[in-house]
């Protein structure tokens, strides 16, 4: 897993070499006509992805492919609960790195309108749906829930199903899968409907759980790929 991380930091150095004559010598796609069939719905689509792999490739591939992407994220250089090399060094030479993409960041710090303004534009919107990434007390409370995932009690970021609920959007998970030959497989899933019922809390709670059920076959697979099992450290919960 140590290995994989670096290897990920290590891939930002090739993206901005990345462009629509070489981009299959990077990334071989799965599943292509999973994301035609949910953006035939015409309601905009949200792409649900997990802290595995080298989880860019797909924002980066499906930028260069045409497709109007957008990518939701946190990237306050001055949030408190990072550290100082987080904050003035790491966060800030990433972000001028993926600015290079194509493909939007909406940074949820700001405003989350944006958010739904992609959506009602008919774009892509992917979100990460793993992970509490540093964040304690009240903003977790408010932003994440409780699931089972791999046999644990884990933390799980909400706003996919949240987003999905009240616009209609489907969801489709995707993935990136490290190879051994140095590519990567993008899997595009089969996607998902939120169809909202009279409680709002056992929908995003019942479809979240759907969502990643959905994920841990790949995570079973490729154990060695998903970057968050620290969370299962005793006393993390």
């Known amino acids: 897993i140590m290995q994989t991380h670096y290897l990920n930091l290590l891939e930002l150095f090739k993206f901005s070499s990345i462009n629509k ?3 299959h010598n990077y990334v071989d796609i799965d599943g292509i006509s999973n994301l035609d ?3 035939s719905k015409g309601t905009g689509v949200i792409l649900a992805t997990m802290h595995f792999g ?4 797909p924002l980066i591939a499906l930028g260069i492919l045409g497709h109007t992407i957008n990518q939701v994220g946190d990237r306050d250089t001055e949030a408190p609960e990072f550290s100082f090399i987080h904050r003035k060094i790491a966060l800030k030479y990433r972000t001028i790195i993926e600015n290079k993409f194509k493909a939007n960041h909406i940074h949820i710090s700001k405003s989350l309108k944006r958010i739904y303004k992609c959506l009602e534009d008919k774009e892509l919107l992917m979100i990460n749906v793993d992970g509490v990434g540093g964040l304690k007390g009240q903003r977790l409370k408010r932003n994440y829930l409780t699931i089972q995932f791999m046999a644990n009690d884990v933390y799980v970021p909400s706003g996919a199903v949240r987003v999905a609920r009240k ?3 489907p969801i489709v998970p995707i993935i990136c899968i490290r190879q051994n030959n140095g590519k990567h497989k993008i899997i595009i899933d089969h996607p998902i409907l ?7 809390y056992f929908d995003i709670q019942d479809y979240t759980q759907q969502l990643l059920s959905q994920f841990e076959y790949y995570v079973k697979m490729h154990p060695d790929q998903w970057l968050f099992w620290m969370e299962f450290k005793k006393g993390y919960m």
């Open 167 to 169: 616009t209609g959007a």
């Open 194 to 200: 939120v169809k909202p019922s009279e409680d709002k």
């Open 54 to 57: 080298t989880m860019q490739y």
């Open 37 to 39: 069939h949910a953006i």
């Open 21 to 23: 004559s070489n981009i």
